[in-house]
């Protein structure tokens, strides 16, 4: 048996780390997961020479919740992204995701058993994400950002939704610079600083206000962790209608109409690093 499943990435509105609650939205970067059914054993592999411990660890999970020995029965699965690793952009919450759905998709298929829900996915997937060490807070904003798609404002810390709807379509453009920034190795204590300021970010989050959310967020989440919150105004200055820095970067994403995107565009390509262009995701994820 044979099957396939697409998890959008996600982009920052309210960073969750220095106050618990969180909001993001989902965009058109994804991972692709095959998975099929072998004899036995856990079989990972993914397209970027990435580690695969958090894949194998989701499966393992999975296992585990219906029983199964993988003595017995087992899972191969592979991966490939047009989502950029370590950047920001939830690409640990989107593999997880991925990797969770497709697993008890085979297995209930396979034996007959009932599929985990939609939150039951979820929920594994930040267990398996916590426990591998690839987040701080849980991120069960961007994990259901990724997986339903949309734009969510989220309790993190008990996992439960403030806000959870379809976001307008606009262009995206999302600035690489020449280095990665892994999550988990972030100074929460230097971030936890801000929790004041970012409360009045979030209370925008709260009221759809949900782009000058991302711009304070972005300035006070960059200039916190070192980066260049520069980056950030020249996309305003060029027209886009938000911008800021995602997650804990290195990734800044800018929001942008028809008009502007071209402009903005422009201005992030004098910079070293590269820029790529999607949109907003409202699909979330898809068995292909």
């Known amino acids: 048996m044979i099957k396939k499943v697409k998890c959008p990435g996600s982009a920052t509105i309210i960073n969750a780390i220095a106050t618990g609650f969180g909001s993001a939205f989902g965009i ?34 999975v296992f585990e919740k219906y029983g199964i020995d993988e003595n017995n029965f087992g899972l191969e699965l592979k991966t490939k992204s047009t989502l950029p690793m370590a950047s920001g952009l939830s690409s ?21 058993l009932n599929p985990l829900s939609d939150l039951e996915i979820i929920n594994l997937a930040i267990d398996a994400s916590i426990e ?15 997986y339903f798609g949309g734009v969510v404002v989220t309790d993190n810390k008990n ?5 959870k709807e379809k976001m307008d379509d606009y262009k995206i453009l999302v600035y690489m610079p020449n280095f990665i920034s892994k999550s988990g190795d972030s100074d929460v ?12 970010a979030f209370d925008f989050a709260k009221n759809k206000d949900y782009f000058k ?12 962790l070192g980066f260049d919150s520069s980056i950030a105004i020249d996309a305003l200055q060029a027209g886009a209608i938000a911008s800021g820095l995602s997650g804990t970067g290195s990734s800044f994403v800018a929001v942008c109409n028809e008009n502007s995107v071209d402009d903005v565009n422009d201005a992030w390509s004098r910079l070293e690093g590269r820029v790529l262009q999607t949109n907003v995701d409202n699909d979330g994820c898809v068995f292909l």
Do not use: H, Q
């Open 189 to 200: 204590n230097r971030m936890r600083v801000l929790a004041p300021l970012v409360e009045i």
């Open 132 to 146: 591998a060490g690839v987040t701080i807070t849980g991120s069960f904003d961007d994990a259901t950002a990724s």
């Open 213 to 224: 959310a991302l711009n304070l967020n972005g300035l006070l989440y960059a200039s916190t």
């Open 159 to 163: 996992r439960e939704f403030i806000i």
């Open 92 to 112: 640990s919450s989107a593999s997880s995701n991925a990797v969770v759905a497709i697993s008890s998709k085979i297995i209930s298929d396979e034996f007959n």
């Open 28 to 61: 058109g970067l994804n991972i692709e997961c095959e998975a099929k059914s072998i004899g036995s054993g856990i079989k990972c592999y993914n397209d970027v020479g990435a580690s695969t411990d958090l894949m194998d660890l989701c499966v393992k999970k």
